[in-house]
């Protein structure tokens, strides 16, 4: 168990989801073990956010890859040291010093650099308009939840 | 004839070593926290990932304290888990600061545990503020430069890094470096009429086998510290050392202060780890504790001898402003694993006072821990990964170093419980002094064919780029708190400083080789 609040289980569910939307397949037995590893060792992990809002960021993002990446989009502009990003870094920083998962996160695609760069304004254009939708998600929850 | 010396850094491990030469019986006494083993020395880094057991472990901490995470604050150093007994904190002593961070070390070889190996000598001009001169100090740089093994050649910046001799062949150029070097050599004129100039830089890391150390076999480790030892630290001078005649290292002593019997000093007195107090008879004394150190000994022995003790003027450092830069003919490529990590060019300005140049080293991206620099992209993860990987053998950093005078209002103090005070304000000027020499390095970098990304631009805080000194100057003029040209004392007459207590001026230049080889300089003459 690395926290009350955070079961062993509820962690390995959350660094599969994670892991699916950084890598796109499951993390390996090794990664897995480190990420809850990581909860019990490091207090800063486990701290939850003052705010609300940057929680239920961690709540959505535990719901699949796809709303992973909209609430780690919202969470870089709204909240860039809530709990979500500091699990998700903490989860890359995981990755990338495994052999299994080095390369795949730090190979270029080649290709031509005039292409890369529009896919760049194009990826910026794609991450404000996630982190929109993360933000409108929100809402209406909060909307539901009161009515 | 005895010398007690306090410390095991840079300027501990030359000082020692020609004073050892001249057969002075040493004694070290040091703090000397040990760096854990080497493991799998000759696997590269990449290598490390999959070969090692746990490699979260080695390349994150046990306790995960090698994680970046998001955070507030601006200045993050990221040092490695394995380099945690070079800044662990030493509780006897206590700093406070105002406009300074101020980093101190307690590892046997000091802060160049944690060093990147850039050594640059000063020029005549830069040391026209010192009682001696260029031709006084050239036969220690080449001395100092044989024991540890200095890479690098004379070439562009020959005026600005004078030969001293003992230079070998430079280290082979990463192929990034590589590209920016060549394409500064085919715009060398208008380099030139920038006052610009690039060169090789100056490395403590082999290019060949010498004294028992490989030549670089290109790791790519440098910064989890080398496991081959191709590329310096001090603690290596205090591994050959140990095993000499006459010499003795004494671990686990914090040196507190010296009693004196007035004019000079008689014992010295440390507490060791255990909590036990011990005192030394000392013939003579040699500070070379660090700046900051041995500001503190000196002044707790004043106080306690005097009642009082006095303030302690002139620290200088250099300012580091930190400069990100594209190269965009490289986007998209695979970036080079196996290469030396740190620097290997550099890029200098002119001034009109020579004094005034400002010194940049480029370091182009090659191994690192990605997640600090992924983490800052004003994107997703997911996204930022992707740009990262198509940009990372592009990226690269230019460091400028800013020179620095002694002046009154940068002083060290003792505070009330025996905390050194630290207090630092930038010259009025500096500001203006920035701004110019970006401007010039902006125009420089994108004559490279690189692209200077707005608003990345860092400026690290005062104390950030660990170059202290000038708190006890050596001049030629006598008065107290001061030290003769060969670092002895005025205040207590067997009393030496051979740290950058002593340095009258600080260049924009990288300090320790000068460190290294004016400590050796002061004790091929004390007596
Ligand atoms: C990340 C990093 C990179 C750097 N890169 C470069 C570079 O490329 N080029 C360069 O020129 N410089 C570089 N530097 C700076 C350089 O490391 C220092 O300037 C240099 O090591 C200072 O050496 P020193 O021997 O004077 O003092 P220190 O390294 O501070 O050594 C002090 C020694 O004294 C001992 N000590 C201190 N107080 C006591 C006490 N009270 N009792 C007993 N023992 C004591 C300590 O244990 C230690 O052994 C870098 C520094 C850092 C942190
Ligand atoms: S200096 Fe760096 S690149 Fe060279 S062998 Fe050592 S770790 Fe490897």
Redesign the interface.
Known sequence: MADASEPTALLEEECRVFTRYLVGHDPDAGALAAYVRAHERDARLSHPDARARDEKLLLLARRGPRRARAADACARIFAPTSRLRRKLVCLLAVLEVRGSTALELDTADGGSSAVFLARCVLLCAAAGGRALAALLLLSFERLGERG | MRLHVVGAGASAAHFALTALERGFEVVVLDVGRTRPPAVSPTASF?EL???LDD??E???G???????????ETEYYGFPPNKAHVFAAEERFRLASEGFEPLASFAKGGLAEAWTGGVYPFTEAELVDWPIGWDELRPHYEDVARRIGISGRADDLAEHLPDHGGLMEPLRLDDHSSSLFSTYEKKRERFHALGCRMGRARSATLSADHAGRPACSELGRCLWTCPTNSLYTPWLTFEELEGREGFTYLPGRYVDHFETDGGRVVRLVASRDDGEQETHDVERLVLAAGTLSSARVFLESVRRERGEAPRLSGLMDNRQVLQPFVN??R?????EADAFQYHQLVMTLAADDPRASVHGLVTTLKTA???PI??SL??????A??????A??ALGLLNVNLHDTRRAENTLELGPSGELRVRYVPPADEPTRIGAALRRYRRALRMLGCFVPPGMTHMRPMGASVHYAGTVPMTDEARPLTTTRDGRSRDFENLWFADGSTFPFLPAKNLTFTLMANASRIAATVS
């Open positions: 990449g990932k999959s070969e490699p979260v080695y390349f994150l046990e306790h995960f304290e090698g994680v970046v995470l998001p955070s507030d965009l003919r986007l998209c490529r695979p970036w821990l990605i997640h992924v983490q004003p994107l997703d993860l997911k996204s990964l992707f740009v990262f990987k198509n990372h053998a």
